[in-house]
């Protein structure tokens, strides 16, 4: 009897060493990059953003993906050096920033973190959610957070601090792509008039105009699959850029951010999006989109064509091909 419980106390401390190491085993990220980039590269769905005539020209065609761990290591395959237009994930750290400078509280007190269930740039959903912004991930919601930072710095030094501030993100100094930013500021009329519209009910902090014109110039940011993908890995090593070491947002806040991108990040269509994939991300109609796996590593993906929603479709795509494979849904236990 001795004999048969020691060989099953054995066997159950083989099984739970064979776990062990199978979940020690690291992770072949270039092949499953590889694996993923080669499945939807000819992928012909969705269309580039043509509203922004800018947008419309790039090759649509294009397509990146990048994968930054938290200790820093970098893998990527396809296009990682073409600078396009960063549009709406800039969002996500102009959030960072007022949230690292006002807390919390005064992000959801004066901006919120609630879905629309309505496009990016929608009038009815202001006026549906209590005549507010509704989250910092729309365009009403980021124009009433970046007059936040305008009226804290002062229109004199506003634009230093913010581009000092997504350096630091990107681990290099970014550029604004002049074309684009004067291609959004000539058809921005319906942003403006957002503006003006939250400045009546009081969810703008600083002049509307000034606001939307600054907003206009943080989406004209030029960056890179390789550089959405460090500053997406900060968020996935708790607010420590992995390559640089430094910290740029309070590990406390980390988790606020991921849940507003985990229930907005992709605007209407987020509720599908986590359902089927589990990663707070945020896309942008330039064509990216950026997911993170907290505490671990995040994946950023580049391809201009997009959804109805105005998402990635080829993005889309491979970052479910990849959390799929890596078993990286943050609502898995695997």
Not at 16 to 24: G, H, I, L, P
Not at 101 to 123: C, E, H, R
């Amino acid at each position: 009897m001795k004999i048969v419980i020691t060989l099953l106390v054995l066997l159950t401390m083989g099984i739970t060493e064979v776990n062990a190491q199978k979940k020690a085993k690291p992770i072949d990220f270039n092949a499953v990059i590889n694996e993923a980039y080669s499945l939807f590269k000819n992928e012909k769905g969705g269309k580039n953003a043509d509203y922004i005539p800018f947008l419309d020209k790039v090759n649509s065609d294009m397509y990146g993906i990048v994968i930054v761990t938290k200790e820093g290591q970098v893998y990527q395959v396809g296009e990682n050096k073409f600078e396009f237009g960063i549009e709406s994930i800039e969002k996500v750290f102009t959030l960072c920033m007022a949230m690292e400078i006002y807390g919390d509280s005064v992000i959801l007190d004066k901006i919120g973190a609630n879905q629309t269930g309505l496009p990016f740039n929608s009038v009815p959903a202001i006026e549906l959610d209590g005549k507010r912004p509704s989250n910092p991930l729309v365009n009403a919601g980021a124009m009433a957070t970046t007059s936040l930072l305008t009226s804290h710095f002062g229109h004199a030094e506003a634009w230093d601090k913010v581009n000092a501030y997504f350096a630091k993100f990107a681990g290099r100094n970014l550029t604004v792509l002049d074309e684009l930013y004067k291609s959004e500021a000539a058809t921005n009329a319906h942003n403006q008039a957002i503006a003006m519209l939250l400045k009546s009910y009081g969810y703008m902090y600083d002049d509307p105009l000034y606001a939307c014109d600054f907003y206009t110039k943080q989406c004209s940011y030029g960056v890179n699959t390789r550089d959405l993908g460090i500053m997406a890995g900060t968020l996935a090593n708790g607010g420590v850029n992995p390559v640089t070491k430094e910290r740029l947002i309070k590990e406390k806040y980390v988790p606020k951010v991921l849940a507003i991108m985990g229930t907005t990040g992709l605007y209407e269509t987020t509720g599908e999006w986590m359902f089927k994939v589990g990663l707070p991300s945020k896309s942008g109609v330039g064509g990216g989109i950026i997911s993170v796996v907290p505490g671990r590593y995040a994946i950023a993906v580049f391809s201009p064509p997009l959804d109805k929603a105005g998402n990635s479709v080829r993005a889309q795509m491979a970052i479910q091909y990849i959390s799929d494979k890596l078993d990286a849904n943050i609502y898995s236990d695997k």
